[in-house]
Antibody, heavy 117, light 110 residues
Framework: EVQLEQSGAEVKKPGESLRISCKDS????????IGWVRQVPGKGLEWMGL????????RYSPSFQGQVTISNDKSISTAFLQWSSLKASDTAMYYC??????????WGQGTLVTVSS | QSALTQPPSASGSPGQSVTISCTGT?????????VSWYQQHPGKAPKLIIY???KRPSGVPDRVSGSKSGNTASLTVSGLQAEDEAEYYC??????????FGGGTKLTVL
């Protein structure tokens, strides 16, 4: 079974930087895109963007363009979601997700990011 | 881009059928056969239950079905069971190589 293993929960202060990760243990990971999905507590799912292991292509939702950076390191089959300056409104659960053929095949367990002074 | 429109809530008694709608535009739902549906129980990651409008992944019971007409996709859950109580989200490919979720529908089994 494909496993997406996400890094652990984070507690940060406003203005701090952060990078969370998602390791794809599937043998065919290079065929897939890894997307990131935000879920603010008590709210719905929001698609943020995705990155392609097979190349350097990255796409962003207009809502998140310029707010975060999505990247990957194919050599370790790991995708990253990065903030340069966190805000309290970034507090949320962040899921990584395997995307291909226009849908999400599988999900990581989620990384809870809490931003509070 | 705006989220796809779903009713905030839906409900039905055990054994009944419930249909959840997901309305978009010709730039997303109506323009592509690329609508999928996800079930999320509280505190859990979402799970794929329908892809490419009508297809079911292995392990999803055939009492779960999907359809689309124009700019509106629908998810139908027949023979409601207690375990079906969850949040349901639609998801669609859109123009400019983007994707968008619906706002989510909380399904209550009465």
């Amino acid at each position: 079974e494909v496993q997406l293993e996400q890094s652990g929960a984070e507690v940060k202060k406003p203005g701090e930087s952060l990078r969370i990760s998602c390791k794809d243990s599937g043998h065919d990971f290079a065929k897939f895109w890894i997307g990131w999905v935000r879920q603010v507590p008590g709210k719905g799912l929001e698609w943020m963007g995705l990155t392609y292991f097979g190349g350097s292509d990255t796409r962003y939702s207009p809502s998140f363009q310029g707010q975060v950076t999505i990247s990957n390191d194919k050599s370790i089959s790991t995708a990253f979601l990065q903030w340069s300056s966190l805000k309290a409104s970034d507090t949320a659960m962040y899921y990584c997700a395997r995307q291909k053929d226009f849908y999400i095949h599988s999900w990581g367990q989620g990384t809870l990011v809490t931003v509070s002074s | 881009q705006s989220a796809l429109t779903q009713p905030p809530s839906a409900s039905g008694s055990p054994g009944q059928s419930v249909t959840i709608s997901c309305t978009g535009t010709t730039s997303d739902v109506g323009g592509y056969n690329a609508v999928s549906w996800y079930q999320q129980h509280p505190g859990k990651a979402p799970k794929l239950i329908i892809y490419e409008v009508t297809k079911r992944p292995s392990g999803v019971p055939d009492r779960v079905s999907g359809s689309k007409s124009g700019n509106t996709a629908s998810l139908t859950v027949s023979g409601l069971q207690a375990e079906d109580e969850a949040e349901y989200y639609c998801f669609s490919y859109t123009v400019n190589d983007n994707w968008v979720f619906g706002g989510g529908t909380k399904l209550t089994v009465l």
